[in-house]
C-alpha cells in the first residue's frame, strides 16, 4: 500500500473526485483532522449530505413497499445487474420522475396506514359491541320518565345466581337480565324505578358492577354491528385498491433502484469533497492506493489534469489499510479470515497457511468420501451457474475444496455414505474400530496446526527485524513445547510404549533444555535479576495452556466418528422394516434419501463451525494481532446495479 497526495487547481477538483471514484482504488484520507482543520472545513458539505440521506431513506422506503406488496422473484443467488453509464444518466435526467414515482409511494404507505389505524378502531368497536348482541334497547337509551335504564359488567366471579336472590331484597323496585357472560364477566343491564336508582346502584356496585357507556352511537347493538361489519369491508376495499396501485407501479422498480445506487454514489462523492483540503485556487487530496496501481494512476491523472501527484511508501511505524490480495486455495479462505479480523497492516497476511490446515480439518471432521463428493458438486454447479458477488464466490470455493478435502480422508478411512462393505478398502485404517489411533493422529494434526502458528509468529517478527525476539519467543518454547510431548508420549493412545518410553527418555532432556532457555529470556524485559527470573518461571505455565490446546483437536475424532457412526445408522435402519420389498423399496429410499441429508447437513454446518473455532482460538492465538481497518476506496458501493465503464476506465484500471 502507498500513500498518494494530489495537489491541483480548484476548477477540475470535481472532475477529478470523479475520475477517483470511477477508478476505485483509492481511499481519501480525512485531511480536516490533520492541522489543516479551518482551511478544509465544508460546511456546505453537511446540509448536502442531509439532504440526501433524506432522499435515500424515501427511495428505500419506497423500495420495501414494493417488495412487500409485489415482491420479485429472484434466482437463488442474485447479482447485481450491469447498467451502463448512459442507462444511469438517463436516471440523473430522469430524477424529478422517478422521485415523483418514490412519494406516491410513500403516500400509499401512509394511506395503508391509516386504514390499518382506522380498521385497528373499528374492529376494536365491533368486539366491545359482540357481547351485547341481543340488548333489544337502543345503546343511547337511559329509561323513561319514571324508569331508569343502565347496562354495565359484573365480575364472573359474582355468581349470577346470588344477584338474583339478593336485588330483590336490596331493591325490590328494580329488575336485572344477563345478555351474556365469559370467564371475566356478566353483560347485563337494568331496569329500576326512579325513586330506587340510588339503593339499585348502591347495591350494584357492592357487587362489582361497572356501568358502561357506548359513546356517541345510537341505535341497537345488532343494528351497530351490522354497520361495522359494512365499514371492514368498505376498509378492506379501500386497502386492495391502494394495493392494486402499488402493484401497478412495480415497473418503476428497476428504475427506483438504479436511483438509489445514484444517491448513493452521490453520497460517497460528498464524504471524499468534506475530506479535501481546498482553498479558492488549488485543492489537495491525501490517501492510499495499492503498490501495484500506483505508477499507471499518477501517469493517467498527470496526463489528463494539470495536477501534482505524489507516490510514497508509508512511514515504517504508519498504520495503513489493509487489501487482501490472495490467488486459488489462498483467496477461498479469506471470508473466515474477515469473520475473525483482518490482519494488523505490518502483519502477513495467514490466509495462506490458515486455509490449507482450515480445508484439512474440515474433511477429518467431515471423513465421509461420499458427503465430500455432494459437497463439492454442489459448490461447483453454484460456482459454474451463477454470476456470484465476491464473498459468495470465495465461499463456494472453500466449499468445493472442503469436499474434495472431505473425499481424500474418506478414501483413507473407507468411508462412503457409511456403507460398511466398503470400509475394508480403506487406504489408511477405520477410525470407527480403531478410535484411539485416530485420537493419537488428532493430536499430532494439533500439535502441527500450533507449531505453524508459532512459526507466524516468528515470520512476524523476523519481518519486524526482531531476530532476538523471534529465536526467544518462538525458538525456545519449541524446544519446551517438543520436550513436553515426548515426555508424556508414553501416555498417548494407540502408541508403542516401549518405544515411547526410550523417546520419552530424551524427552526430558529436551524439556529441562527448553524450560532453562526460557527461564532465562522470558522475563528479559523486565528489572532485576530476581524479577527476571520469576518472569520466566512464571511463564512456563503456558504449557498448561498449550497441552489442553493439544486437546481441543479431539473434536477431529468426535466429529469424523460422528458423521461415520450416523450414516450406518441410517442405513441399517433403511432395511430394517419386515414388508412387502415394493413397499420397502420406497421405504428405504425415502430413509436413505431423507437420513443422509440431515446427516450431510448439520455434519457440514459441525465441521465448518469447529474448523472456525480452531482457527481462531488455537491457531490466531499463537501470533495474530488483527485490528486492520479494511481498505476502503472511494467508487461506486451500490446495492442493486454493476456499473458498466467505458474503455477510459478500462485504460486506468489496467494495471
Known amino acids: 500500500m502507498n500513500k498518494i497526495t494530489l495537489l491541483g487547481i480548484e476548477e477540475q477538483r470535481e472532475q477529478l473526485i470523479n475520475s477517483l471514484m ?9 485531511i480536516s483532522e490533520q492541522d489543516y482543520g479551518k482551511i478544509a472545513s465544508h460546511p456546505e458539505v453537511r446540509e448536502d449530505l442531509t439532504y440526501i440521506d ?46 415523483s414515482d418514490v412519494y406516491k409511494l410513500r403516500e400509499y404507505e401512509h394511506a395503508l396506514i391509516e386504514l390499518k389505524a ?15 348482541k341481543g340488548l333489544i334497547f337502543p345503546v343511547d337509551f337511559s329509561g323513561t320518565k319514571r324508569t331508569g335504564f343502565t347496562a354495565g359488567t ?84 379501500k386497502r386492495e385498491e391502494v394495493i392494486d396501485k402499488i402493484r401497478n407501479m412495480s415497473g418503476s422498480r428497476s428504475s427506483i433502484e438504479i436511483l438509489y445506487d445514484v444517491l448513493n454514489m452521490e453520497k460517497s462523492r460528498i464524504e471524499a469533497v468534506e475530506k479535501v483540503l481546498k482553498t479558492s485556487k488549488v485543492f489537495m487530496v491525501k490517501g492510499w492506493l495499492p503498490e501495484k496501481l500506483s505508477e499507471s494512476a499518477k501517469k493517467y491523472l498527470e496526463s489528463k489534469y494539470i495536477v501534482s501527484v505524489e507516490i510514497e511508501e508509508p512511514g515504517e511505524d504508519e498504520a495503513f489499510p489493509v487489501l487482501l490480495e490472495n490467488r486459488g486455495l489462498a483467496e477461498a479462505g479469506e471470508p473466515v479470515l474477515r469473520m475473525y479480523s483482518l490482519p494488523d497492516s505490518r502483519e502477513i497476511d495467514p490466509s495462506k497457511i490458515m486455509t490449507p490446515f482450515f480445508v484439512i480439518l474440515f474433511g477429518l471432521m467431515l471423513s465421509d468420501g461420499g ?47 457409511g456403507i460398511s462393505a466398503l470400509v475394508p478398502y480403506a487406504v489408511w485404517f477405520d477410525m470407527v474400530s480403531d478410535p484411539e489411533r485416530m485420537l493419537s493422529w488428532s493430536l499430532l494434526f494439533g500439535v502441527i496446526h500450533m507449531y505453524a502458528g508459532l512459526a507466524m509468529k516468528a515470520a512476524n517478527l523476523i519481518r519486524r527485524k526482531q531476530y532476538l525476539d523471534a529465536l526467544f519467543d518462538v525458538g525456545f518454547w519449541y524446544v519446551f513445547f ?8 508414553p501416555y498417548a493412545p494407540a502408541i508403542d510404549k516401549e518405544i515411547a518410553a526410550q523417546i520419552s527418555n530424551v524427552g526430558r ?56 457412526i450416523i450414516a450406518g445408522i441410517i442405513n441399517q435402519m433403511s432395511v430394517m422394516f419386515e414388508i412387502p420389498i415394493v413397499i420397502k423399496v420406497f421405504v428405504s429410499a425415502a430413509i436413505l434419501l431423507v437420513g443422509h441429508a440431515i446427516n450431510f447437513g448439520i455434519n457440514v454446518l459441525g465441521a465448518y463451525v469447529h474448523s472456525c473455532r480452531l482457527q481462531y482460538l488455537e491457531f490466531f492465538g499463537k501470533f495474530f494481532t488483527g485490528g486492520g481497518e479494511p481498505f476502503s476506496p472511494l467508487k461506486a458501493n451500490t446495492k442493486y446495479i454493476q456499473l458498466k465503464y467505458d474503455a477510459e476506465h478500462d485504460q486506468i484500471s489496467a494495471a
Open 22 to 30: 470511477e477508478f476505485g482504488a483509492v481511499e481519501i484520507s480525512n
Open 54 to 99: 433524506n432522499q435515500l431513506s424515501d427511495v428505500q422506503s419506497s423500495l420495501n413497499i414494493l417488495g412487500r406488496y409485489c415482491p420479485e422473484k429472484k434466482p437463488l443467488f442474485s447479482t447485481k445487474r450491469p447498467v451502463s453509464i448512459t442507462e444511469v444518466k438517463k436516471i440523473i435526467s430522469d430524477k424529478e420522475s422517478i422521485l
Open 118 to 132: 382506522e380498521e385497528n378502531r373499528v374492529y376494536n368497536l365491533y368486539r366491545s359491541l359482540v357481547p351485547w
Open 154 to 237: 359484573i365480575p364472573a366471579a359474582v355468581g349470577w345466581d346470588l344477584i338474583e336472590s339478593e336485588l330483590p331484597e336490596k331493591a325490590p323496585l328494580s329488575t336485572i337480565f344477563r345478555i351474556n357472560s365469559d370467564k371475566d364477566q356478566h353483560y347485563v343491564y337494568v331496569i329500576y324505578h326512579r325513586d330506587a336508582e340510588q339503593e339499585t346502584l348502591s347495591y350494584l356496585k357492592s357487587r362489582g358492577f361497572n356501568r358502561i357507556t357506548f359513546g356517541s352511537l345510537a341505535g341497537t347493538v345488532d343494528d351497530n354491528i351490522k354497520q361495522i361489519e359494512i365499514n371492514l369491508e368498505q376498509i378492506a376495499k
Open 371 to 417: 458427503y465430500g463428493i455432494i459437497l463439492s458438486v454442489l459448490a461447483a454447479i453454484i460456482l459454474w451457474r451463477f454470476k456470484l458477488q465476491d464473498s459468495t464466490r470465495k465461499f463456494m470455493k472453500l466449499m468445493f475444496f472442503c469436499g474434495l478435502s472431505t473425499m481424500f480422508w474418506g478414501l483413507m478411512f473407507g468411508g462412503w455414505f
Open 482 to 489: 517438543t520436550g513436553a510431548i515426548l515426555t508424556l508420549l
Open 509 to 564: 532432556y529436551v524439556l529441562a533444555a527448553g524450560a532453562v532457555l526460557l527461564l532465562l529470556t522470558q522475563g528479559r524485559e523486565k528489572k532485576g535479576i530476581l524479577r527476571k527470573f520469576f518472569g520466566g518461571l512464571s511463564s512456563l505455565y503456558n504449557v498448561v495452556g498449550f497441552l489442553s490446546d493439544v486437546l481441543s483437536y479431539s473434536r477431529l475424532l468426535a466429529l469424523g466418528l460422528a458423521t461415520s
